[in-house]
């Protein structure tokens, strides 16, 4: 059987400051895929976009801005808004209070929302995308965060690099995935609301596999939190995959 | 005698399956708890009254005094359901309610199989690699990133 012939077509696009890329490996070109795959970006972008607006603790008028100054109306607590604050519950009891959704007293799930919204855009606009004949795979990467999948029967692989930590335009490995998750967090870039302990060996980056994004994002936030020793011990009664970089350099798989 | 016993017997079968059912169905845990009122200033609390009056009044009245659930949102950990105190027409606190996953009387975090994956060092110019997982997040800096070169290289 003659492999196929594959064509990537990337779009980029930019929400919550963010570049989000979105690729689709086609098998053959025709204008009613084009059109719909147009139409699911151009969704996505919005969904991203309307998500910013309502999760952003830099916004004024967020939604979480508004709770965390009591203003929060009864209509604006909307499904969205339980449906992160549950998660953020739910991940802070999991990861035995090292994931966290409170910084300074004040509930920001920040960490949670970029790939929470990932995943769900990626469920909600990309992923039908893969019953259409000539999509054979697509996948959503919220800068560094990535959900992905190909279609049914499909030998298509993604070829992922992790980057390096040390110099981000080399990489360090290269997973192969079909359908699944995976998430990098690091110590060096914005958001950090993480201290670094000094009793334990720090992890300079962490990229863990998943099925899911939410729960990937989470673990590799929770082992940078963790630290090398904890994290390790943690990671005897929970599975979890992936690779980690201390701050020597050293690689560990996980 | 024997009657008796059997009744006996099947009277404890019925007590011990409504406990079960009632443990199965019934149990929540409330946790996660968090008042966003306490933890605000008075300030917040005593302006907000002002404010109150006609918020309520733009509610319709809609939104009473009082606690609201919302719907439960299924996760790969179990559900979970989110509630609402209101107090003068605004969200004071939100209490979360769990509801653990089947069997377990305790939650999992790992009930998802695991994606097939494989993992090698990279290659010398591995051309095939169209996605890069990393920690950069700002969009300046993704001008100058691998995801972007691959991006560019592509067209």
């Given amino acids: 059987m003659p492999t196929k012939q594959y064509q990537l077509k990337t779009t980029t696009v930019e929400a919550m400051t963010m570049p989000f890329t979105i690729q689709a490996v086609l098998v053959d070109h025709d204008e009613t895929t084009a059109e719909n795959l147009t139409k699911a970006i151009s969704r996505t972008h919005a969904f991203l976009q309307q998500i910013d607006r309502d999760f952003s603790p830099f916004k004024a008028n967020s939604l979480v801005t508004l709770y965390q100054h009591g203003g929060l109306k009864p209509t604006q607590f909307t499904e969205q808004f339980q449906e992160v604050y549950g998660l953020a519950t739910l991940a802070t009891e999991l990861t035995n209070g090292a994931f966290s959704a409170h910084y300074n007293g004040h509930y920001d799930p920040t960490g949670l929302v970029k790939g929470w919204a990932i995943q769900r855009a990626f469920e909600k606009y990309l992923k039908p995308l893969l019953e259409l004949d000539r999509i054979e795979a697509i996948a959503l990467n919220g800068a560094g965060d990535i959900q992905m999948g190909v279609a049914d029967g499909s030998d298509y692989q993604w070829h992922v690099g992790i980057e390096d930590p040390a110099d981000p335009q080399q990489l360090l490995q290269e997973i192969t995935i079909q359908t699944g998750a995976m998430a990098t967090s690091g110590f060096s870039k914005r958001g950090q609301h993480i201290k670094l302990s000094t009793d334990t060996p720090s992890i300079v980056q962490a990229t863990i596999i998943a099925s899911e994004l939410i729960e990937a994002d989470i673990m590799a936030t929770t082992a940078i939190a963790m630290g090398l020793t904890k994290f390790q011990e943690f990671t005897e009664s929970v599975e979890v995959h992936g690779l980690l970089v201390d701050q020597n350099a050293n690689q560990i798989a996980i | 005698m024997k009657k008796f016993i059997a009744s006996v017997v099947s009277l404890i079968v019925v007590i011990a399956l409504a406990i079960d059912g009632y443990f199965l169905f019934f149990k929540q845990k409330v946790t996660g708890s968090t008042s966003q009122a306490d933890s605000a200033s008075n300030t917040a609390t005593s302006s907000s009254t002002t404010s109150s009056s006609s918020s309520s009044s733009n509610a319709s009245g809609k939104y009473k005094d009082g606690t609201y659930t919302g719907k439960a949102t299924a996760t790969q950990w179990g559900d979970v359901q989110v509630q609402a105190v209101i107090k003068n027409g605004k969200l004071t606190t939100v209490n979360v309610l769990e509801y653990p996953n089947d069997n377990g009387h305790d939650k999992q975090i790992n009930a ?36 972007n070169a691959l991006t560019k290289a592509e067209v």
Avoid: C, H, N, R
């Fill in chain 2, 112 to 147: 998802q199989a695991l994606p097939v994956y494989k993992s090698e060092a990279v290659k010398a110019q591995s051309s095939k690699i169209s996605l890069v997982s990393g920690a950069s997040e700002t969009y300046k800096g993704f001008t100058g990133s691998l995801q």
